[in-house]
């Protein structure tokens, strides 16, 4: 298994070149193809509003829209063709989980944006991104918002849990596992789910790996208090990881969104980019 279709999401936002330089390095690397998405969002006019003033604000705003999707468009065509990469760009109107149904399932893999806190947008941002991660079936690579991405994959986290999403990431992975120089399985209290991790926690998935070429070594962490993705973030730091894979949302998203979880932990404070797969 390669990647061999990639959909970036395009837009004109500060964290766009970055997003870019993440999903051209691996498309060149799999010889994939990339495919750009365009997200058109024209602005309507509630049936009530009956004021002419009203009406055309709206109307420029929307031609405002499209011209910013033309000038997004026109700069994926000339790095595409400046890095002699294979790609397409695509301008579409919808709903991001509506979108992700449609594009998405024809791609491997798809590389979106962390949402910026700082921006005025940022809730309907995070909402977006938890939309097409149920939406997909695919995995989503986010890119964090903030810094330079000038590794991936060199020394890779795991976080498994043994769940149907944690088992799904890790396979959705394997392209970026096998050429890591190093994959750390991480399994965070195994003793609350003994069953489903076997007798030696961490055992079965590591020789699943290292059947498929990966370099894989495990640690099992006991420690209580700490939120499990707070944890694992302070991993990230600690073993010098330059990419997470993690399953998306193993309890439902109100529980997590509400009660907190993992899953909106690296949602909101990742330091290096994070595969998920729900």
């Given at each position: ?103 998405g399932r024809y ?144 309890h439902s998203r ?25």
């Amino acid at each position: 298994m390669a990647y061999k279709t990639i959909l970036l999401h395009v837009d004109d936002s500060p964290q766009w070149p970055g997003r870019f330089e993440v999903a051209a390095k691996l498309a060149a690397d799999f010889g994939a193809h990339l495919v750009g998405l365009c997200l058109l969002r024209r602005p309507e006019l509630p049936g009530y509003v009956r004021s002419a003033e009203i009406a055309e604000l709206i109307a420029k705003r929307a031609r405002e829209a499209e011209a910013r999707v033309k000038s997004s468009r026109d700069m994926l065509l000339q790095r595409l063709s400046s890095q002699g990469l294979s790609g397409e760009c695509r301008v579409v109107e919808g709903a991001p989980e509506d979108l992700a149904a449609v594009h998405g399932r024809y791609a491997d893999l798809l590389v979106v944006s962390q949402p910026d806190p700082g921006t005025s947008y940022y809730a309907e941002a995070m909402q977006d991104i938890q939309s097409v991660i149920f939406a997909a079936g695919r995995p989503l690579l986010l890119v964090p918002y903030a810094g330079q991405v000038k590794a991936l994959g060199t020394h890779v986290l795991v976080a498994w849990n043994a769940s149907r999403e944690a088992t799904r990431a890790v396979t959705d992975a394997l392209p970026l596992l096998r050429r890591a120089s190093k994959v750390t399985v991480m399994v965070v209290r195994p003793r609350e789910d003994a069953q489903a991790h076997g007798d030696v926690p961490g055992a079965d998935i590591a020789a699943y790996l290292a059947r498929h070429g990966v370099k894989v070594e495990v640690s099992a962490e006991h420690g209580t208090g700490i939120e499990v993705g707070e944890l694992m973030l302070s991993r990230v730091a600690d073993l010098n990881v330059d990419l997470v894979v993690m399953g998306a949302y193993s309890h439902s998203r109100l529980r997590q969104w509400i009660l907190g979880g993992a899953t909106r932990t690296l949602l909101e404070s990742m330091t290096v980019p994070v595969l998920m797969s729900h």
